[in-house]
Each structure stands twice: as C-alpha cells, then as structure tokens.
C-alpha cells in the first residue's frame, strides 16, 4: 500500500467507533498506529452489555505479536479476560502474545467494559 493511501485510510478510520472484527457487538476505535519504525497500533475497545469475544489467535504476517491491554474500565460482571499463558496478567494489565495465545473474553453482563489496547510487531517469524 502506498503511503498517500494509508494515510488516507488512517484518516478515514482513526478516532471513530468501528465494529469489531468478528461481530460479536464490541467496537474498536483505532487510535495512534505506524509502521516504522516499529510496526505498532493502539486501539479504545467498547464492550457493551452482551458482547463478548470468541476464542481466536491475531496472527501476523511478519514478525512477533506482542499486546498490552489495560482495562480502564471493568464491567458490573463477565467481560473477563482468558488467555491459558499471558506473559504478564493482573486485573487490570494484560500482556500477551495474541498471535501464539489463543485468547478471549467472556460475555459483558451489566454496564460497559473499555480497554486500552497497545499492540506491537517485530523480528522475524521465529516466535
Ligand atoms: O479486550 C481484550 O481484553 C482482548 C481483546 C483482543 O482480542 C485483543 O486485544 O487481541
Ligand atoms: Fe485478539
């Protein structure tokens, strides 16, 4: 993709509430994103009531996948984050290979759950 045209998709999708890629009623607003010199993207994730995302690995095409989701804001109950080996997980911190670790979350019941989301790329495919 050329630059001109990556920028104008950055500024068509950037700072707007987009529907989450697998339709499970949660909604993602990209935030900040590059790719050099470290391919990275930042995200604001919305769970409402309902939503919940199923099981699923982020591959990538080069490089490793690292993520840091912070949860700025947890739901009454649910919207529980599962992943079987984060690389470092507390309540509110989740640091995880997304592309090795099958990972979900569980079903949002009562009020809304916001997540900050940093995501990163590098190397090669060596994991
Ligand atoms: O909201 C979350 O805790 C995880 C969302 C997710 O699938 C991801 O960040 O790759
Ligand atoms: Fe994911």
């Not at 999708?13 to 993602?28: C, L, V």
């Not at 949860?71 to 640091?95: H, Y």
Request: aromatic share 14%.
């Amino acid at each position: 993709m050329s630059l001109f045209a990556s920028i104008r998709g950055y500024i068509s999708t950037a700072f707007r509430w987009q529907a989450g890629r697998q339709n499970n009623g949660y909604e993602k607003m990209l935030l900040f994103t590059a790719r050099w010199p470290l391919p990275f993207d930042s995200y604001l994730i919305r769970y409402p009531d309902g939503s919940e995302i199923h099981p699923h690995t982020d591959p990538v095409q080069l490089g490793r996948h690292f993520r840091l989701n912070i949860v700025l804001k947890p739901p009454k109950s649910g919207g529980e984050f599962v992943c079987a080996n984060p690389i470092f997980a507390s309540k509110r911190i989740k640091f995880f290979r997304p592309d090795l670790c099958e990972h979900s979350v569980t079903r949002v019941k009562g009020g809304t759950r916001y997540v900050f989301s940093l995501g990163w790329m590098y190397g090669r495919n060596i994991s």
